[in-house]
């Protein structure tokens, strides 16, 4: 069923971008980079990621189309989950993982609804090289390095498509702020229902595209606009879990059935164009034997050339 899921939408994207090409443009590109050395700094479970959009479609105009396709995001991600104790992990931790993935998204409106809908092809395993990457990072900066026997016992080799579906709408609040209740749908690699909210003090996010990170919950910036200042950004979502590669139950491992994020940042404009954002995410329990939450940071800067 997924599987022929993600084969429908990428016939639909297909169909779409033939018909716009002609119209489209590149419009943007956003990252976000998540790390818990930016948090609670243990170096465990989502203890790194990184995700960017590239973004193209017809002319902006302060909102995403209405046509399904009409605006593409090709989307590369990158993540590494790790044991606690990534030496001699505890029995019944969660094992190594390294996961990268490339997508297609669309976003788009109907009315005061807005849309993001996307597949993405997910490489799991020692083929992504992420363990022999955070082993030669770790061993360069003099920080433990995963032990062979926790790189050998890591979430085998697999390629999986992932679905992921979102619905959410803006509501102001005076001004100066807004909120925007949404709900997520997730198939694939982890397979989830979420619901949850963002608030914004500022202008952030008025007449521009932001994407949803994976991992933290946080929206960064892809189509920008020149707003100079600070806002800050409030969210909290619950899911329901019924299903994760990440935490096979073959190896004596049951994931919880729900999982909570709550989350804060703050991003900032200079009149010259530096732009920056730094946020907190906690994530509540995945696991059985996962006895604490944990929090993870993200940040993104760019300065123009």
Known sequence: MLKTLAVALCATFCLADLADAQDRQRLGYGRLITNDFFGDGEDRWRTGGFQSSRVWGPDWDGVAPTGFGQLLELRLAAEIIAPDDIRTPAPGDRPYAGALSVGLHTHFTRGPMEYSVGGDIVFLGPQTRLDEFQ????????????????????????????????????????????????????????????????????????????????????????????????????????????????????????????????????????????????GLTYLGEEFDGQDEGQIVGAIRWRVPF
Not at 150 to 155: G, K, S
Not at 163 to 184: C, H, L, M, N
Not at 236 to 264: K, W
């Open 135 to 278: 082993d030669a990072f770790h061993d360069t900066f003099n920080i433990v390095r995963p032990s062979d026997a926790v790189r050998d016992a890591q979430i085998e080799n697999d390629i999986l498509p992932n679905v992921v579906v979102e619905a959410g709408r803006s509501f102001d609040i005076g001004k100066a702020s807004s909120i925007r209740p949404f709900v997520e749908a997730r198939a694939g690699v982890e397979t989830m229902v979420r619901a949850g909210v963002d608030f914004t003090y500022g202008a952030l996010g008025r007449g521009e595209l932001l994407v949803r990170d994976g991992v933290s919950g946080q929206r960064y910036r892809v189509v920008q606009g020149d707003w100079t200042g600070f806002s800050f950004v409030l969210g909290a979502d619950i899911a329901r879990v019924t299903d994760s590669e990440f935490l096979p139950a073959e190896r004596g491992i049951t994931h919880e059935d729900t999982r909570e994020r709550v989350r804060a940042g703050v991003m900032w404009r200079s009149e010259t164009g530096i732009t920056g954002f730094y």
